[in-house]
């Protein structure tokens, strides 16, 4: 005997999986109308296109910056997939928003990926949603930051999100965050301050600096000095704290960070961009 799938069966299965109307009927066509196996056949589906997709470049999708309510801890994700076309998609945003919200409370992107997402794992929304959309879904990004405050900032279009720590929550803490936070965005630094550059960064510096004069002529014995120089300047453009600040560069960002409050400092940020 046939099984009547109703238009209203086929609805609330697309509700919950966020599969297609076809994809949802045939599903429950094949599960005679069993809705828990029509779940199932979905979520095959979906595993048999993240296995044919596992290649592919995911450089597209969401990058979402969340700060708890206290504001003393943030974290950013992003959630990525193939094309800017589906980056964009409504309910992709809406779900690494959620997936960003769960990180909150969790210290690494293992943990995120094990997490309970609505009686499925996170790793299982992901395989499923590979299925409706037939891209690539994965987390790429994932970082998080302590201090006793935290501020935010999501660059348009969701394609970079920042995270700063200050070392306390005075008046103004607020703002002095967002803007060292689109700094942050915008600038690209390579870490907070100059102790936070890696020996592997300087010596590169140092290299490109010494290969650069020994081009223009200067003579070998002064070429550390000079070197040196050039180094303080790599750190004045590259780290955070030292990089001119992007609304008033008559100062650096530690100085209008002091501007502020004259006892607030930068204690830490983060950064994840997409592509």
């Given amino acids: 005997m046939m099984v009547k799938i109703t238009a209203a069966d086929v609805n609330t299965l697309r509700k919950t999986t966020g599969a297609g109307m076809m994809d949802c009927k045939n599903a429950l066509v094949e599960a005679e109308g069993d809705f828990d196996k029509a779940i199932e056949i979905l ?39 193939e094309t800017d076309f589906v980056a964009k998609n409504e309910s992709f945003v809406s779900l690494a928003n959620d997936l960003a919200e769960l990180a909150l409370g969790f210290n690494d992107k293992e943990s995120l990926l094990n997490a309970n997402y609505n009686g499925i794992t996170v790793q299982e929304k992901l395989t499923e949603q590979t299925g409706v959309i037939g891209e690539k879904i994965e987390i790429g990004g994932f970082r998080k930051l ?11 279009g969701n394609k970079i999100a920042t995270l700063v720590g200050l070392s306390a929550a005075v008046d103004g803490a607020e703002e002095a965050a967002k803007d060292v936070a689109m700094q942050a965005a915008a600038m690209a630094p390579v870490a907070l301050d100059p102790s936070g550059v890696d020996q592997e960064t300087i010596d590169k510096e140092i290299e490109i600096a010494k290969d650069q004069l020994r081009q223009e002529g200067k003579p070998e014995a002064m070429l550390d000095k000079i070197a040196q120089g ?7 453009d590259n780290t955070l704290v030292n990089q001119d600040f992007i609304k008033d560069s008559k100062m650096s960002v530690a100085q209008y960070v002091k501007s502020v409050d004259k006892n607030l400092e930068v204690t830490g940020f983060a950064r994840v961009a997409l592509g």
């Avoid at 708890?68 to 974290?75: A, L, R």
């Avoid at 302590?146 to 348009?156: D, E, K, M, Q, R």
């Avoid at 050039?230 to 004045?236: A, D, P, T």
Wanted: aromatic share 8%.
């Fill in 43 to 81: 979520r095959k589906k979906g595993q048999k296109v993240a296995a044919k997709r596992a290649d592919r470049e995911s450089s597209e999708g969401a990058a979402i910056a969340k700060v708890n309510k206290d504001k003393t801890q943030g974290v950013i994700i992003s959630l990525n997939c």
């Fill in 146 to 156: 302590a201090a006793p405050f935290v501020g935010s900032y999501i660059h348009a």
């Fill in 230 to 236: 050039k180094l303080q300047r790599f750190f004045k």
